[in-house]
């Protein structure tokens, strides 16, 4: 038993204690403020009584080196983006008390029944919806996960900081900025909640797979990397920087993205012309939206003359339950670099689908697919109609 989250104190890392009081103000405009006259008094009372109960709590120390105070046990997490709900997921999907993006149809045959029972709560940063101060009070989470690292800017996480201060919620950061981070992720959220043999399951997998597409692709020259481009919009026309974390594993599976520059936003996007993508002549495109890839299979038209297409190798990305690459990013990059490699390097990089894909979704979902996941999970290679080559 604890104390309703607006009566906590919650301990920061500078050492400082909030006073109960006003949250933030939620992104809808709407006002969360706790104007209760006796609340403060209330939890006075209340914190007498289970003053007993406070060698339960203990300290932690996160990725970016605070050190905060959680249960003892842990039994309710709240993610605020995307990629932090997918190390829940697979590591302790019975914890999560609420989805950030909205499952989509597929995913619940390889997801828990109780994900698909969560309310809708938004991100803190991202697209979509806004996670509010007023909805954190309702959840009545133990801990709450929040992203960190290079991609998310100082004055974001300060920002994180003072929401949840202001919730008495205490926030967990982790840092996700590429996936050589995803097996630490995966060993301290673990140990935060008590899973520590399966969190280390998870992140031998993670590092095994690195370290095979790495020992197969690393010493390719750039020059002899094949030529990507990474389409993405239902027009194929946004794509990303090269050095967008948004596009690494194309990187790891040793390809070379076509798109070079510095990246405008974290969110990337970028948009470019149909003249840019022929001028880049990809001999590869990655295609992460299907009304695009419907388009192109209706049309074409002058996306014939990329070399990509003529020559029948399109790639679109798996995307259930989780995409293998990208939005959001996560653990699927795993089994995704492996893909790529073994279509961008079929000599260095021997990729078994079905087996892969197979033990992979058996690890981290607890589901086996059965022959007709396979075929849609694995139905990767398009050709437009009239082309010679076959779907694979």
């Not at 829940?88 to 029972?117: F, T």
């Not at 509010?132 to 290079?150: F, H, K």
């Not at 990187?251 to 070379?256: E, P, T, Y």
Request: aromatic content about 6%; overall charge neutral.
């Amino acid at each position: 038993m604890s104390l309703p989250p607006h009566c906590h104190e919650h301990s920061t890392s500078t050492g400082t204690r909030r006073r109960p009081g006003n949250t933030l103000a939620p992104r809808n405009g709407h006002s969360d403020r706790l104007a209760f006259p006796h609340l403060f008094a209330l939890c006075l009372g209340v914190a007498a009584l289970l003053s007993p109960l406070a060698a339960s709590a203990r300290q932690v120390t996160d990725m970016i080196g605070r050190q905060i105070e959680v249960p003892e046990n842990i039994e309710r997490v709240l993610s605020t983006s995307p990629p932090l709900a997918a190390l829940l997921y697979s590591l302790a999907p019975e914890k999560l008390v609420g989805l950030n993006l909205p499952l989509r149809p597929g995913d619940e045959r390889y997801l828990p029944a109780s994900l698909q029972e969560l309310p809708l709560v938004g991100s803190v940063l991202g697209h979509g919806r806004a996670l509010n101060s007023e909805t954190v009070l309702q959840l009545r989470p133990d801990v709450a996960l929040a992203w960190s690292g290079e991609t998310i800017g100082s004055s974001d996480v300060e920002q994180v900081i003072r929401q949840f201060e202001k919730t008495g919620v205490p926030v967990f950061f982790i840092d996700l900025d590429n996936l050589a981070q995803w097996p630490a992720a995966f060993e301290m959220l673990g140990e935060l909640l008590g899973r520590q043999a399966r969190a280390a399951a998870l992140a031998n997998e993670i590092r095994k797979a690195l370290e095979e597409v790495a020992l197969a692709v690393d010493a390719v020259p750039e020059a002899q990397r094949p030529r990507v481009y990474y389409a993405q919009g239902p027009d194929g026309l946004a794509t990303e920087c090269h050095n967008s974390f948004h596009v690494e594993p194309i990187a790891l599976a040793g390809g070379h993205n076509v798109h070079r520059c510095a990246p405008s936003s974290v969110m990337g996007m970028e948009k470019v012309s149909l003249e840019q993508v022929l001028a880049y002549d990809p001999e590869f495109i990655v295609v992460q939206d299907p009304v695009f890839l419907s388009r192109l299979d209706k049309a074409g038209g002058a996306w014939r003359n990329v070399r990509a297409v003529r020559e029948g190798k399109i790639l679109t990305v798996p995307r259930t339950p989780l995409n293998w690459l990208d939005r959001p990013p996560s653990f699927m990059r795993a089994l995704g670099i492996r893909w790529l490699a073994g279509e961008f390097h079929p000599q260095r990089f021997q990729f078994h689908p079905r087996r892969t894909t197979r033990e992979f979704y058996r690890l981290f979902f607890g589901v086996t697919p059965g022959e007709d996941d396979l075929d849609s999970l694995l139905a990767t290679r398009v050709a437009l109609p009239g082309d010679q080559h076959s779907h694979r």
